[in-house]
C-alpha cells in the first residue's frame, strides 16, 4: 500500500488541492448553499483525487446528525469542581448551545489511554463537534480532531500561531492591568504567581505582568517569578518561596483568583498583612475573589460569555458557515476590592 492509503488524507489536503479555504471545504461537505457550483465541483474533485471521505461529512450529507457536542476539559474531577472557572465556562457553553437543542457531553481526559479512548470515541461519529478546554501546549487532540474532519473550537489556545479556531480573553492585557494598578498604588517590589508555563494563557499572563513593570519603569528581577499550577495548594507553595526569595516583596500579581487565595493563605502564615504588608491581585473575579478577607483585587474574564461564543463558533462550523480558522479574542476589566 502507498503512503496516501496510509495515512488518511485531511480537510487541509482536500482544501489545499481544491485551491479553497478548509471553511470552504467545510460547506462544501456539509451542502451549505453559500458556495459556487465551480467550487463545489473543484472540491468533489479534490476528495474523489485523494481518497477523502470523513464521516462528518458522509453523515451530514445523509441528513443524520446526532445533535451531540463534547466539551473535553484534560483535568482531574477534583480541580473541575474545585476552580470556578470551569463551571463558569460549562454554564457559558450550555446556554449556548440551549439554544440549538443540542446535548452537551462533558468529557474529562487525564492521561494518554483516554485520549486514544475519546478519539476512537470521535471515529465512531458519535458527535457533531468539539470543545476543547484548558488545553496545553503539547496536546495533540485539536489537530486529531481536525484530521477526523470534525468541528472544533478551543478555550484559550496553545500558542500565538494557534491554527485551530479559538476564543480567548485579553491575558497580557490582564497582566498588565494588574501590575499598573499596584505600581499606581505604590507598590515597588511586585511579584507574580505564574500558572504553568506550557499553557499558552500562564505565558500570556506573565508576559503582561513584565510588560506592565518595563513601562513603570520597574527594572526586572526572576527571583519575584515563581510557578504554580492554577491550583490553591501551588499558590501556597509558590508564595512561600517568593517569601524565602524576596521577604521585602510588597505586592504579588496571582495568575488566578485560586492561586490568590494560595498566596494569601501563605502570606497569612508568614504573619503579612493584607493589604497593609503585601497588596495582592488575582484573576478571574471568581466567587473565591469576593469571599476571601479581605475581599480580592481581580481581573475579571468574561467566562461565560466565552463558553457561549465558542458554542456559537462551533454551530456555524457544524452548520458549514463557519470562516476559515476564527480567532475572537474578549476584553478583560480589573474589578478592585480590599487587597490592594
Known amino acids: 500500500m502507498n503512503g496516501r492509503q496510509n495515512s488518511r488524507p485531511t480537510l487541509e489536503q482536500v482544501a489545499a488541492r481544491a485551491g479553497v479555504g478548509r471553511g470552504t471545504v467545510s460547506r462544501v461537505i456539509n451542502g451549505s448553499p453559500r458556495v459556487s457550483e465551480q467550487t463545489r465541483a473543484a472540491v468533489a474533485r479534490a476528495v474523489a483525487e485523494l481518497g477523502y471521505v470523513p464521516n462528518q461529512a458522509a453523515r451530514a450529507l ?13 483535568e482531574a474531577e477534583a480541580r473541575l469542581f474545585a476552580e470556578p472557572y470551569f463551571l463558569d465556562l460549562i454554564r457559558g457553553v450550555g446556554a449556548g448551545l440551549a439554544e440549538a437543542d443540542k446535548q452537551l457531553l462533558l468529557t474529562l481526559v487525564r492521561s494518554e489511554q483516554e485520549r486514544q479512548r475519546f478519539e476512537q470515541y470521535l471515529a465512531a ?14 496536546d495533540p487532540l485539536p489537530d486529531r480532531v481536525r484530521e477526523l474532519g470534525i468541528p472544533v473550537v478551543m478555550n484559550g489556545r496553545r500558542s500565538e500561531a494557534e491554527p485551530v479556531p479559538y476564543v480567548d480573553s485579553d491575558n497580557i492585557g490582564a497582566g498588565r492591568a494588574a501590575v499598573a494598578h499596584l505600581v499606581g498604588r505604590g507598590r515597588r517590589s511586585i511579584a507574580t504567581v505564574t500558572g504553568p508555563l506550557d499553557m499558552y494563557v500562564a505565558r500570556a499572563r506573565l508576559g503582561g505582568y513584565r510588560a506592565g513593570l518595563a513601562e513603570a519603569g520597574h527594572e526586572p528581577d526572576e527571583g519575584l517569578v515563581a510557578a504554580g499550577d492554577f491550583t490553591e495548594e501551588g499558590g501556597r507553595r509558590a508564595m512561600r518561596g517568593l517569601l524565602a526569595r524576596r521577604p521585602g516583596l510588597d505586592a504579588v500579581f496571582a ?6 487565595a494560595g498566596a494569601r493563605a501563605a502570606l497569612r502564615e508568614a504573619g503579612r498583612r493584607v493589604p497593609e504588608d503585601v497588596a495582592l491581585v488575582g484573576v478571574d473575579d471568581s466567587p473565591v475573589a ?14 461565560e460569555e466565552m463558553g457561549r461564543t465558542m458554542a456559537r463558533m462551533l454551530l456555524d462550523d457544524v452548520a458549514g ?20
Open 321 to 340: 458557515t463557519l470562516e476559515d480558522a476564527p480567532r475572537r479574542v474578549l476584553p478583560t476589566e480589573l474589578v478592585v476590592r480590599g487587597s490592594c
Open 62 to 74: 445523509a441528513g443524520s446528525r446526532t445533535d451531540a457536542v463534547a466539551l473535553v476539559i484534560p
Open 255 to 260: 495568575a488566578s483568583d485560586v492561586m490568590a
Open 125 to 138: 461519529q458519535r458527535v457533531d463537534g468539539v470543545l476543547l478546554a484548558s488545553v496545553h501546549g503539547d
Open 290 to 303: 469576593r469571599l476571601m478577607d479581605p475581599p480580592l483585587t481581580s481581573v475579571r474574564q468574561p467566562i
